[in-house]
């Protein structure tokens, strides 16, 4: 346990930036779920709104420091290469 007052801060800090991140992340797993089920159902017009929003969410994530930016980079491209795919 932190006894300084530096150290209580920083543990007070840590506590809420781990909240913040960890609803962000589960935000962003939420909406890559669904877009991997949205590809898997096979309609082309659905699964491309729900890339629309998912980019979206992939962008805030890098904003808010929860995802690099070349690993959202490396998400966008394969989820628009299998989104371009289908029929």
Same mark, same amino acid.
Not at 31 to 52: C, F, P, S, T, W
Not at 77 to 86: I, P, Y
């Given at each position: 346990?932190?006894?300084?007052? =530096? ?10 930036r781990? *909240?913040?991140?960890? +609803?962000? !992340? =589960? ?7 669904? %877009? ?5 159902? $096979?309609?082309?017009? +659905?699964?491309?709104? *729900?890339?629309?929003?998912?980019? =979206?969410?992939?962008?805030? #994530?890098?904003?808010? $420091? !929860? ?5 959202a980079?490396?998400y966008? =491209?394969?989820? $628009? +290469?299998?989104?371009? #795919? %289908?029929?």
């Open positions: 346990m932190a006894n300084h007052f =530096s150290a209580l801060k920083r543990a007070r800090q840590t506590e809420r781990t *909240v913040r991140n960890r +609803a962000n !992340t =589960s935000r962003l797993r939420t909406q890559l779920r669904d %877009m991997r089920e949205a590809i898997q159902k $096979g309609d082309k017009a +659905a699964a491309e709104q *729900v890339y629309r929003q998912t980019v =979206s969410l992939l962008d805030k #994530a890098i904003q808010k $420091g !929860t995802l690099h930016e070349n690993t980079a490396r966008k =491209s394969r989820l $628009g +290469a299998h989104v371009a #795919a %289908m029929k």
